[in-house]
């Protein structure tokens, strides 16, 4: 790999542009859906349909002063926001995204793929904790322990699903799972995209799953602290987070960059745009649960139905593909 | 009713007569009798205690104490009054908290701004006023407000002063204990409003909750004192900007009451459609607040989208949105010069509730979360409702048949159509459904108001131009009288008191259910989660403004 090379996946595509580009996208996005939804404008004068009022709200904050509350600690207050960031953008270059980079593959193209997406995911969640320790607020511990009680519990049907493809086509290389998947094959893993989805929602503390940062309960758990940068490196952080997740989730079980006549970013986008409509949709419509309403939903009915998920897989393997 | 009257007369009374439809007076000569006749009137099923209410008579040195209490299923009131002295020494009486706990706040409120002392009172401690005002008892008649407000700053600077000093002791004192702590919900929380609870937790379990109130304290029942009898309205209506014309109705009536005045019949069916107009605009916020506590914005919106027709209205009608002064005492303010283009605008909002409300049923009313996060959740049982006075929609959702516009007919309810709304289980579910099916009967009332104008004005026995205004009289005669409205809330009283040739009221009692729904808080919430606060919270349709007024 060239210096050239390097630099442009770092700073331009995949890397932080392209971060920067779709944090600004779907900010925008998620707003004016669900203006729509709640029967109101949304963002409206900045720019062509107000597509600038959240560029505008980001350098607002990053103008803005980061205090540190005098309680806190200020090593780990002040460095956990700009690690958070960088863990959860590194899952990038694992996933293939675009025909023209690197012959299709991811641009690091590994037999452990979903190993590695799943390790990385899974580290985000400690780093939120101990944003929520170092604050040394109620209201942020109590965030960040309702984060660790969601993410462990959460993670088991994550995982799980996440498995189900990588049994099917006998790989966790993610451009092998990508270019296998047909239609056959995408209508078998139907119950673990499914199932998948819901975790994402957990993982990605997204509605109705919302329960670290419950606004009406504790404040804004393990945000309540941070102003200014810092608040904005983790929203940064949340929505590429986000962007990963959901790229992994149309990897595995959509068919990646692979569309209808020909095969572009732009189907992946689509796809993820697709996601982030479905999010938006339940964001709109369904209440929080209460955390250990959410933990009994886990452990009694997603987790085993994962299970179940891999049998129903394992079977199809043997008696539908007869492999 | 003769019951009652039996045990009344066991005693040593001044007087014990009838009073309206539904209370008996009677006026106690001994206090140290008070005790003994609560228990008596409680064993015949006069269970509650609406509110306490001291009447500061400086010229005759006493103060007299107005005890309502109501039989809540029986629907036999007892108002017991009773003098004691108005020396601060001399001035206690025995506590009813023991026997009657839903007169708990209303005794610390009268200790904190008359200065009566409750003996045997589980908890006697100032309340509700300002820290500044503690001791001085500022609703007494020789309290000087202007020498008071002359140190405002220095006032508040002590008081911030003093919370410095305790600051940093305050972190030791709370007494952090393993997994035990205190947590401030409120008063700067995202959903509290102006309201501190106390919440002791351990982890994310509740083990007790200590509400701490009046953050919004405005000393409205003096502030009326000021004002003359037209101006109170504005006093009066600020109670809780939501639903509006409803305590205004209620003043209104006890005003009219004391000069013996019988407003006209268009004015009558003015406010039960002005009523209930402030009614359903105050249910939209409810509704659309108990899934905010949820996390869920959208039906906020859309019943804020909804409610603005109902506000334009009022607007229509009175030239303002939330604080309309629509109604005062005589009648109703304006007169209604083209009655046909309001009746438009009020069947506009009506239309724009039934277009609505398949979607609301269907995503909302049906939403699966709801019924996981809301059922079965923070039941209120009938005792507990007569218990602790629980009013209104919250009474109602435990089945209790409460509903002071059929059990006490003010304005035109009692020509019009209407039944008990009520639902069974008690819980923080059917606290919402309630609401919603309230909307519905309070359209098919606006609905009935309408029809009944409109065939008056037909028929030439009301005139919209004319009508809306009876004459009253400049001073009123001494006297005072009880009113009571069905508030969106539930239970609105008023106490308003005149003397001779008086131009202002002489004492005007305001009571508002979310007192007693804010004391019944610790009980509901107890041994629930940390995520159950909004959601409980929110079900009781609490307001700050008419909790401290």
Redesign the interface.
């Known amino acids: 790999m060239s210096v050239g090379a390097m630099l442009f996946y770092i700073l331009v595509f995949p890397g932080l542009l392209f971060l920067l580009t779709w944090t600004f996208f779907v900010f925008y996005f998620a707003r004016k859906m669900l203006a729509l939804?709640?029967?109101?404008v949304g963002p409206h004068f900045n720019g062509p349909a107000g597509s600038l009022q959240t560029v505008y709200d980001v350098f607002k904050l990053l103008s803005k002063e980061s205090i540190t509350p005098k309680s806190a600690d200020p090593y780990l207050f002040n460095i956990i926001p700009i690690i958070t960031p960088l863990v959860a953008a590194l899952p990038v270059i694992l996933i293939p995204w675009t025909p023209l980079i690197n012959g299709g593959h991811g641009i690091l193209d590994t037999q452990y793929g979903i190993l590695g997406l799943v390790v990385l995911i899974g580290v985000e969640p400690f780093l939120l904790f101990l944003t929520g320790f170092g604050s040394n607020n109620?209201?942020s511990f109590?965030g960040g322990m309702r984060i660790l009680a969601q993410m462990l519990s959460m993670e088991a049907p994550f995982f799980l699903a996440a498995l189900s493809p990588a049994l099917l086509f006998g790989t966790m290389n993610l451009y092998e799972i990508q270019s296998q998947n047909t239609w056959l094959s995408a209508l078998i893993l139907l119950p673990g995209a499914v199932i998948f989805i819901i975790a994402m929602l957990g993982i990605l503390e997204q509605?109705?799953f919302?329960?670290p940062d419950?606004?009406?309960?504790?404040?804004?758990g393990f945000y309540t602290e941070y102003s200014g940068t810092n608040y904005v490196l983790l929203k940064f952080a949340e929505f590429t987070e986000m962007l990963v997740v959901s790229a992994a989730a149309v990897v595995l079980f959509f068919g990646g960059y692979r569309g209808l006549f020909f095969d572009s970013f732009w189907w992946l986008f689509l796809k993820i745009a697709l996601l982030a409509l479905v999010m938006v949709a339940i964001r709109?419509?369904?209440?929080?649960?209460?955390?250990?309403?959410m933990l009994k939903f886990c452990w009694s009915w997603l987790t085993p139905l994962a299970i179940l998920n891999m049998v129903w897989i394992i079977f199809a393997k043997i008696y539908i593909l007869g492999v | 009713m003769e019951n009652i009257k039996n045990i009344l007369n066991r005693y040593d009374m001044e007087y014990i007569e009838d009073y309206k439809s539904s209370w008996v007076k009677a006026k106690l000569k001994n206090k140290e009798d008070l005790l003994k006749v609560v228990k008596d009137l409680k064993e015949a099923g006069v269970k509650t205690c609406s509110t306490v209410s001291p009447t500061d008579f400086i010229d005759e040195n006493k103060i007299e104490v107005n005890y309502f209490l109501e039989d809540l299923f029986g629907k036999k009131n007892v108002w017991l009054k009773v003098d004691i002295d108005r020396e601060l020494e001399k001035c206690e009486i025995d506590s009813i908290t023991p026997l009657m706990p839903s007169a708990d706040w209303h005794e610390l409120e009268a200790y904190s701004t008359y200065g009566v002392k409750f003996k045997n009172h589980p908890n006697l401690r100032y309340f509700l006023i300002s820290r500044d005002y503690y001791g001085k008892y500022p609703f007494r008649k020789d309290f000087d407000w202007k020498a008071h407000e002359k140190n405002l700053v220095q006032n508040i600077n002590d008081i911030t002063e003093e919370y410095f000093e305790e600051y940093d002791e305050y972190e030791k004192n709370v007494g952090h204990e393993g997994s035990r702590?205190i947590?401030n919900w409120g008063p700067t929380?995202?959903?509290s409003g102006p309201i501190r609870l106390k919440v002791h937790t351990n982890g994310?379990n509740i083990e007790k909750i200590d509400p701490d109130i009046g953050y919004v304290w405005r000393a409205l029942e003096h502030l009326a004192e000021r004002k003359d009898f037209i101006g109170t309205i504005v006093a009066v209506e600020r109670i809780c900007f939501m639903d509006n014309p409803n305590p205004m109705i209620c003043y209104s009536q006890a005003v009219e009451e004391i000069a013996g005045k019988e407003i006209t019949e268009f004015a009558k069916y003015m406010r039960v459609i002005l009523g209930e107009t402030g009614r359903i605009a105050s249910h939209l916020i409810s509704l659309g607040g108990f899934?905010?506590?949820?996390?869920?914005?959208?039906f906020m919106?859309?019943c804020l989208?909804i409610r603005e027709y109902f506000l334009d209205v009022l607007e229509d009608y009175s030239g303002a949105r939330i604080a309309t002064a629509s109604v005062e005492p005589g009648g109703v303010r304006y007169p209604l010069n083209d009655y046909q283009k309001w009746f438009e605008s009020v069947k506009r909002a009506l239309r724009k509730f039934e277009d609505t409300k398949n979607d609301i049923t269907d995503?909302f009313m049906k939403?699966p979360?709801?019924n996981?996060?809301a059922k079965g959740n923070g039941v209120f049982t009938l005792e507990d409702v007569s218990e602790f006075y629980l009013a209104g929609p919250v009474a109602r959702a435990s089945g209790a048949k409460i509903d002071v516009r059929i059990d006490e007919p003010y304005a035109a309810y009692g020509e019009l159509e209407m039944d008990y709304v009520t639902c069974e289980n008690g819980d923080a579910r059917d606290r919402l459904f309630i609401i919603f099916k309230e909307i519905e009967q309070s359209m098919d009332l606006i609905r009935q108001a309408m029809e009944k104008i409109k065939a008056g004005i037909e028929a030439g026995e009301m005139d919209p131009k004319k009508d809306h205004l009876i004459r009253m009289p400049k001073k009123m005669p001494a006297g005072e009288a009880v009113t009571r409205v069905e508030w969106a809330r539930g239970e609105m009283l008023m106490h308003l008191v005149t003397q001779e040739k008086a131009t202002s009221p002489y004492r005007l009692k305001l009571k508002a259910p979310s007192v007693n729904h804010t004391m019944v808080l610790n009980k509901l919430l107890k041994g629930k989660?940390?995520?159950?606060?909004?959601l409980l919270y929110g079900s009781m349709n609490i307001c700050q403004g008419d909790l401290d007024r």
């Open positions: 939804i709640h029967k109101r109620k209201y109590l509605p109705p919302h329960i419950a606004e009406q309960e504790i404040v804004y709109a419509s369904n209440p929080r649960l209460r955390l250990d309403q | 702590t947590l929380h995202p959903a994310e899934f905010g506590t949820m996390g869920l914005h959208t919106m859309w989208d995503i939403n979360l709801m996981t996060r989660t940390l995520s159950d606060i909004p």
